[in-house]
């Protein structure tokens, strides 16, 4: 099935040529046709898979039929993080570049909100933001969302979780009670599901199931106190390979990248501190050879699409498998050939093992010269077996906050 097969201009289609888009992918071939007549949404795939063009075309095709004033957005894309703000603008500016191109508005934390106001002072035809900032646009009377058609929460797992849901609450409430909704997500397990559904109980909604991308995955075990220096020997044998390392929180990436700057690695540290512009230098440096490596959390790579990167590594493991599979992803990208590390100390072994048995996955256990493990996990977790922070089956009290959270925000969505 050719993009040709879908009703889309002949100016979005020659944007897809240059873009060098051969054919569709599996959910651009679902959801285009849905969106585009114009119903509500919910969609899973895998990192890499399409899923932002899925959305961007078919809602630039709408606007191209439909324009609006441009006294007000008509689409409203909100996610999780800037870096992911700005990569879904610049697609719709990529798709858009020979249309007579909306007027598309990113709005994000980290930076001073006052251009953003005044970019916004002449109207818009789509914005996109994070929902703090976009709070805070609108608490400066900076946009008004009654003319929103379409709204779509994009990485909606991240989105509909407790740390946004007050946010998300008094979003909804002020758009229009009829419109389009679409949610686009790699994953929805869970409680993230119910709280979906609870959102959107008639949404048509699409599982794609491809075959994993080519990821090779590896568990080393070693010592807690030995992994920098097997990092260090790992990032070796890279040959100068880019690679994206995980840690668990923002103080541990800062730590770390200055420990393998010391060692003589091209390295930075992502996290949610750094100025927007510092930010964007990381990843172009990153790109372009200059960086070797990223240290990085779960919330700051979110938004880190690098074409071509060969390496993860699990320097901290993640707390839930639904993270495992979102840090992996990042490599393997576009019919490459990606490499998965996790580094399993002690205390950690337990937790691992529950990634696995939640994946359906097991990776044999490596142990590498100079560096046999000779640490017993601690005496609670040698007793227990304790799942090392990974959340059980049975709903727990966040979890309960979180559907109770979703629930409001779905009645505020319904009409009165």
């Known amino acids: 099935m050719p993009f040709t097969s879908f009703a889309l201009d002949p100016a979005l289609l020659r944007a897809v040529h240059d873009l060098a888009y051969r054919e569709p992918s599996a959910i651009q071939r679902e959801a285009i046709p849905l969106i585009a007549q114009g119903f509500d949404v919910q969609a899973s795939a895998r990192t890499g898979s399409g899923k932002t063009a899925a959305y ?8 191209h039929d439909a324009p ?5 957005p008509t689409v409203l894309v909100l996610l999780p993080t800037r870096e992911l703000v700005l990569q879904v603008c610049a697609t719709l500016q990529q798709l858009s570049v020979h249309l007579r191109r909306p ?8 930076v001073s909100i006052n251009p953003q106001l005044m970019a916004l002072r002449g109207g818009a035809d789509m914005v996109v933001a994070t929902p703090g900032r976009l709070l805070d646009v609108l608490d400066n009377n900076g946009v008004q969302l009654d003319k929103v058609r379409t709204l779509v929460l994009d990485e909606a797992d ?6 946004f849901a007050d946010e998300l609450k008094r979003i909804l409430a002020l758009l229009p009670a009829t419109r389009q909704t679409l949610l686009f997500s790699a994953t929805f397990a869970g409680p993230v599901q119910q709280l979906a559904r609870a959102l959107l109980p008639t949404a048509q909604r699409i599982h794609i199931d491809e075959a994993a991308p080519d990821i090779r995955q590896r568990a080393i075990e070693v010592d807690a106190g030995r992994r920098s220096d097997l990092l260090c020997q790992l990032l070796a044998e890279q040959d100068g390979a880019r690679v994206l390392v ?3 929180s923002k103080q541990g990436a800062m730590e770390l990248a200055k420990a393998l700057q010391r060692e003589g690695f091209r390295a930075a540290a992502l996290s949610g501190e750094l100025a927007q512009e510092r930010r964007e230098r990381v990843l172009e440096n990153l790109k372009n050879g200059t960086l070797q490596v990223i240290v990085a959390t779960d919330l700051a790579a979110r938004g880190i699409d690098v074409a071509a990167l060969p390496v993860v590594i699990n320097f901290d493991l993640p707390r839930s498998p639904q993270d495992y599979t979102h840090r992996i992803g990042r490599t393997g990208r576009a019919g490459e050939q ?5 580094l399993i100390d002690a205390d950690s072994r337990a937790h691992f093992r529950l990634i696995e048995k ?3 996955m097991s990776l044999p256990r490596e142990q590498i010269a100079g560096f046999l493990p000779r640490d017993t996990p601690s005496p609670r977790l040698a007793a227990s077996d304790d799942n090392g922070g990974i959340k059980g089956s049975r709903p727990s009290k966040k979890d309960k906050l979180r559907a109770a959270a979703a629930a409001a925000a779905a009645a505020a969505a319904k009409p009165d």
Not at 68 to 72: H, P
Not at 158 to 163: D, F, N, P, V
């Open 338 to 342: 990606g490499l998965a590390i996790s």
């Open 56 to 63: 961007c075309l078919p809602l630039l095709q709408r606007w």
């Open 103 to 110: 007027k598309i508005i990113a709005a994000y934390g980290g």
């Open 158 to 163: 991240r989105l509909l979780e407790a740390g």
């Open 246 to 248: 995980f840690v668990a």
């Open 68 to 72: 609006g004033d441009g006294s007000a």
């Open 358 to 360: 939640r994946l359906q």
